[in-house]
């Protein structure tokens, strides 16, 4: 046997074949949030830019990260709302819930402190066009960085990483969930893709010394192995909603284009064997 076709052989199976997307156009809405001390104000506020965004059409609409509550570990204990026992408990899912139904979308619901048990998490829900809670991505990454003089921040300090990838089947297409961070993390991207996702949705909400270098670039990268990286619609710092046409049917187009998902050489880089190997040579 060629040595060329040896190595094809003991190449990793490639990703699973995308599945056919329920639809092949829709529009998304992306919220930037101006988030208060106030709590309730903030809940009004979010629900009037969801209305308004269902009202330009979106069918599907995506949150900012912690947006019920104001972005620091003094405060996610005193915001966390229990999200599984829901109704006063919950205000913040109640209120997603109650539009993701009346307005017949799909909600990524950006995130917001969830007290579970004794623990808290970052976490961000995903609801139906049925109203009902369809997932729960718990922010897997906690943002711990300190460039001394500059920003230190920990989430650990409060916070609990979640333990598992989240993906979901709604009515605009499958839909892999990280939150802010979890961009960083290019294997979470790649599981997605490799689990047929159509879309992944990262809500955030990213720092302003390292976030600006940050932000545009990771999603651009992010990209593999769907599109070009392409920015579609873009926005500055004040808050805004930011509608645009999501069009599957680049999708497979694409990956013909350039079908880097073929050409992966899976058997020459699985993260696994190495750490097998560092494994074995430590012992
Ligand atoms: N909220 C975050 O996770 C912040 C972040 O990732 C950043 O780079 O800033």
């Known amino acids: 046997m060629a040595a060329s076709s040896k190595a094809e052989e003991s190449r990793v199976p490639p990703a699973l074949p995308l599945p056919t997307p329920p639809l092949t156009k829709f529009k998304i809405a992306l919220c930037q949030l101006l988030v208060t001390a106030d709590k309730e104000r903030n809940i009004a506020h979010a629900r009037k830019v969801i209305e308004e965004a269902a009202q330009k059409g979106a069918q599907?609409?995506?949150?900012?990260?912690?947006w019920n509550s104001p972005y620091s570990n003094a405060s996610f204990p005193v915001y966390a709302e229990d999200i599984d026992?829901?109704?006063?408990?919950?205000?913040?899912?109640?209120m997603l819930s109650e539009l993701s139904r009346s307005l017949q979308i799909t909600l990524v619901g950006g995130s917001i402190p969830e007290l579970s048990g004794d623990k808290?998490?970052?976490?961000?829900?995903?609801?139906?066009?049925?109203?009902?809670?369809?997932?729960?991505?718990?922010?897997?990454?906690?943002?711990?960085?300190?460039?001394p003089g500059q920003i230190t921040f920990k989430e650990s300090l409060t916070l609990t990483g979640g333990e598992s990838p989240t993906i979901v089947d709604t009515d605009v297409g499958r839909i892999g969930i990280g939150i802010c961070y979890d961009m960083q993390f290019q294997e979470l991207a790649m599981l997605y893709a490799a689990r047929g996702a159509h879309l992944i949705c990262y809500p955030g909400a990213f720092n302003m010394v390292t976030g600006p270098l940050h932000w545009e670039l990771v999603q651009r990268a992010r990209r593999w192995p769907w599109q070009f990286g392409e920015v579609l619609a873009t926005t500055e710092h004040d808050e805004a909603i930011v509608v645009a046409e999501i069009d599957y049917s680049l999708i497979d187009l694409r990956r013909t284009n350039l079908p880097f998902q073929k050409q992966r050489r899976g058997d020459l880089y699985q993260l696994l064997d190495v750490q097998r190997q560092n494994a074995e040579s430590t012992k």
């Open 60 to 66: 599907l609409v995506v949150l900012p990260e912690i």
């Open 85 to 94: 026992a829901g109704g006063d408990a919950s205000p913040s899912t109640m």
């Open 120 to 147: 808290l998490y970052n976490t961000c829900c995903v609801f139906g066009t049925d109203g009902k809670l369809k997932a729960k991505h718990r922010k897997v990454h906690l943002f711990d960085i300190d460039i």
